[in-house]
Each structure stands twice: as C-alpha cells, then as structure tokens.
C-alpha cells in the first residue's frame, strides 16, 4: 500500500489535557477507555460497574453514534442535528470481551475497537497484556461494531522515523483490510501522540486519525487527522454527571 504525505497537528506547547473539553461543537463526542475490569489503575481504565454508570450517564445527554459514520472521508461528514457519542476502545485488551461488550449490547451501542495488529493473539495472564485474536475481532465487526488500527506495536510515532511511522499507520490499516476487510482508513495515535503520517491510504481513502485530550477541540473536515478523543477519568464517578452535562453544553455552542 502506498501513501500521500500528510501533516498532523500536535497540541500547542503548554497546552494541559483536560477532559473537561468535549470534541468540536456540534460535532460527535468521542470518548475512549482502554480497560474495563474490575482490578487495573488507569486513568482511563473503569471497572464494568462503574462503565455501565458512565454509559447510562452518558446516554441521558447523548444518542450513540454508529461507528459505521466513519466509513468515508471526513470532508464528507456533515454534523450531526442532535448530540451523538461515540465510545473507542485503545489497543485491543481481552477484558473488553468478558466486561464491556455486554454492557454494551444491552444498551445497543456500537463502539470503535482500535487494535494493534502486531500485538493480537498475544496471551498473559495480566490483563494489561492480554490481547483479542483475530477472530474476536471478526466476532466484533460481525456484531457491528468498527476494528481500526492503532498501530503495529504501539510504539509512539515520535521515537519513529517518518519511514517507520508511515509503515505503522500504513502497515496495520492494510492487515486489517486483509482480515477483517477493513474499508475505511480510521486509526488512533499511541499515545495521543500525534506526528505527520499519511493524510490517504491507497485502497481505502482518506485517512480519519483520532488524538486524545492532546488535541484540540475543531470540526473532523478541519482537522481530519486531529480528531479530539476525552474520557471519564477513573476514580472520579461522582464528577461524571456534571463532566457529560459540561460536553453536551460544549456540543451547542455551534
């Protein structure tokens, strides 16, 4: 697969990730978790009760989005005419399977699944090592749900050379359309590190590449390679209400 050059923006020197910052007015929150399990201290880690707390939360503010809405150029989107959320999911942990997916099917909400193509099939008794096989992830788009890539390795594009960066994007995008039959070019920074990578992917288009609370908060057609991700912060239930009612507030300053 070959590839057009394209430029990301980082955040701005100083600039402080906050999850108070939703994404762009008028455009689709997007929310991203890494684990769902009861025993692991992330920051974006949630145990499945307070998960299924945060959804409910969530979806008093916000409709979910149907992650198929990523399938075309993001200079095709047009924002959507209610508040929408889409829930992501980083790396491709196994836990997801047992402790979010049902959560998930019984509020019929579709998620985002950004796997690393490298690191799936790998077994540990760790859950933080622990990843999803190819065919749970074909289990996952059967259901409806969107595999993407986050990568080959993890690895962080800025210890890369543009070489080596490109091939990470480019790479794990091409073995997910062999897979799974992966359509779209949808990918999540390691990190939220964001770097200059590919702005088309040859056989799928344009490429749509989501940061995390590194980015800044702008429409998808202004910054396709810059989509701003936030999170529900681990630990701080008791905030959640008043965090979801600050994005939906966000969302209508169109």
């Given at each position: ?15 402080v ?25 992330h ?28 399938r075309g150029?993001?200079?095709r989107?047009?924002?959507?005419d ?7 999911f ?18 019929g909400?579709?998620?985002v ?8 099939v ?12 190819w ?11 969107l ?64 940061g995390?609370?590194?980015a ?7 910054a396709?390679?810059s ?6 912060p681990?630990?701080?239930?008791s ?7 600050g ?8």
């Open positions: 697969m070959t590839s057009t050059p394209g430029t990301a923006v980082a955040a701005p020197a100083g600039f990730p906050d999850p108070a910052i939703g994404s762009a007015p008028g455009w689709p929150l997007v929310v991203y978790f890494h684990h769902v399990h009861p025993h692991i201290d920051y974006t880690n949630v145990t499945p009760d307070s998960f299924a707390r945060g959804l409910d939360i969530l979806l008093r503010h916000f409709e979910p989005a149907d992650p198929l809405l990523l150029p993001a200079t989107f047009s924002p959507p209610r508040p929408t959320v889409l829930i992501t980083d790396d491709g942990y196994r836990d997801l399977l047992e402790h979010a997916v049902p959560l998930l099917d019984a509020r909400v579709k998620a699944f950004f796997v690393c193509t490298r690191l799936l790998q077994r540990s008794a760790d859950p933080r090592a622990d990843y999803l096989d065919d749970e992830c074909a289990r996952l788009r059967d259901a409806g749900h595999v993407a890539s986050h990568g080959l390795t993890h690895t962080p594009l800025d210890r890369l050379t543009p070489a080596q960066a490109r091939d990470e994007v480019v790479d794990s995008l091409g073995e997910l359309r062999e897979r799974l039959g992966l359509d779209s070019a949808v990918y999540a920074y390691p990190y939220g590190i964001e770097t200059p990578v590919p702005a088309y992917v040859e056989g799928l288009g344009p490429l749509l590449a989501f995390s609370v590194k800044r908060s702008r429409p998808w057609t202004e396709p390679l989509v701003r991700r936030t999170y529900l681990s630990g701080g239930d905030g959640w209400d008043g965090l979801v009612r994005w939906h507030t966000g969302w209508e300053q169109r």
